[in-house]
Structures are given as C-alpha cells and as structure tokens.
C-alpha cells in the first residue's frame, strides 16, 4: 500500500497524475460498478464489451486508487499495474527504484531506533 500511495503521489507532484475520478478528455465521473480501460497518457475510458488486458480495471478500483484506500491483494496488482504502465510512459524505459528507496528508507529508520536503544 505504501508503495502504490508514494507512486501515486509522486505523479501527483511532478503534474503526470491522471484524473481517476473522471473519464478521459473530462468525461463522466468514474463508477465503481463499471470496466474501463486506463490510458496511461489520458486516463479511463469506459469499457464496452469484456476486460480483455492488463489495463482493463474496474472502476472500484479506480476510485480506491484515488482515495487512498486499497483494500486487498487484487486491488493492490490492478492499482500497481496502472501506475507502473502511466510511469513508464514517463521515464522512457528507465527503471524507477521506488521499492528500493522505500526499503532503504524502512532499513535507515530500523538502524535508527536500534541506535537510540542501544
């Protein structure tokens, strides 16, 4: 969840975040009951037919991305493979170490606290 919501944030930041309460090109607002497929570039559009690929995602989904709230373990892949799709758009192909900077961050606090202890 920690790396889904600094993900998250740090598109929000830099402006490259899509709007996932709403459709595309400022569509309708997004329905927790319905299928869209995520345009890493534009956002969701509504799906009409069957989910067919890995950016096919239900709007449930979608809004608990938007507000912080992933739940469960289906939540969390779907959610983390849109943000990994919309950042790699971004960074061209080169590797985004978000899981490694939140490990080191996790390990210096550790080390942290052990040497207060201590």
Do not use: N, T
């Not at 490259?16 to 534009?42: K, S």
């Not at 985004?96 to 961050?105: G, P, T, Y």
């Amino acid at each position: 969840v920690l790396l889904r919501r600094f993900e998250k944030r740090l598109l929000e930041e830099l402006g490259l975040a899509p709007d996932l309460r709403h459709e595309a090109e400022g569509g309708p607002a997004v329905r927790a009951d319905c299928w869209y497929r995520f345009d890493p570039l534009a956002g969701p559009r509504r799906l009409h037919g069957e989910p067919a690929g890995d950016l096919d995602v239900p709007g449930q989904v979608l809004l608990a991305l938007a507000d912080d709230r992933l739940a469960d373990g289906d939540e969390l892949r779907r959610a983390g493979g849109l943000l990994r799709r919309v950042l790699e758009v971004y960074l061209a192909g080169r590797p985004l170490k978000s899981r490694q900077v939140m490990l080191a961050m996790r390990r210096g606090r550790l080390a942290a606290r052990q040497e207060v202890v201590e």
